[in-house]
């Protein structure tokens, strides 16, 4: 009984091999920390690229003094999925729209798609106060809204999600954004 409790004391006064327990417990701790730091790094690495590509878009289209047509469309979705690099489905909106003071309300010109999205009409828009921004009457801006499917590299607490763009800008060299289906 004496040897076995010597034993056991000395066992317990003994630290060789601890940084070898310590490492055991610590290297999954900070193998996970590092995946989660990248994979939230990279998650708003991606909303960046979307927004900065959407924002080019809206640049693009505000900049015509044409009439926009489908294949510009098909373009500017293309320049979209490339700008972004993403993998996963996307879709692209735009819509020219208008207020009318005397009614408070605005109005859609017209709403084009590209994707799993529906146009807007001028039914839904009429009360979009809060979501556009403050215009003179009969004023235009384009709006240009985009979706992509995003999912994490890692599987570190972030799921997958959609990542969506609402960007307006009023036209610069033209009254408005025309759309023409020739």
Not at 142 to 152: A, K, N, S
Request: proline residues 4%; hydrophobic residues 35%.
């Amino acid at each position: 009984m004496r040897v076995l409790s010597s034993l056991l004391t000395r066992f317990k006064r003994s630290d060789d091999g601890s940084i070898a327990i310590e490492t055991v417990i610590m290297l999954p701790l900070m193998f996970w920390a590092y995946l989660a730091m990248y994979s939230t790094f990279d998650t708003f690495r991606m909303y960046n690229l979307n927004q900065t590509a959407a924002y080019t878009i809206g640049d693009a289209i505000s900049r015509e003094t044409q009439a926009i047509d489908p294949d510009y469309l098909q373009g500017m979705q293309e320049l979209f999925e490339y700008l972004t690099r993403g993998t996963g489905q996307t879709s692209l909106r735009v819509s020219s729209l208008w207020y009318d003071a005397e009614n408070d309300r605005y109005h859609a010109d017209w709403s084009q798609i590209r994707g799993n999205v529906a146009p807007l009409t001028s039914d839904e828009v009429s009360n979009w106060h809060s979501k556009l921004p403050v215009m003179p009457d009969n004023e235009r801006i384009t709006l240009v809204e985009t979706w992509r499917d995003f999912e994490p590299l890692f599987k570190t607490g972030l799921e997958r999600r959609e990542i969506r763009n609402f960007v307006f800008t009023r036209p610069r060299y033209a009254p408005r954004t025309v759309w023409s289906d020739t």
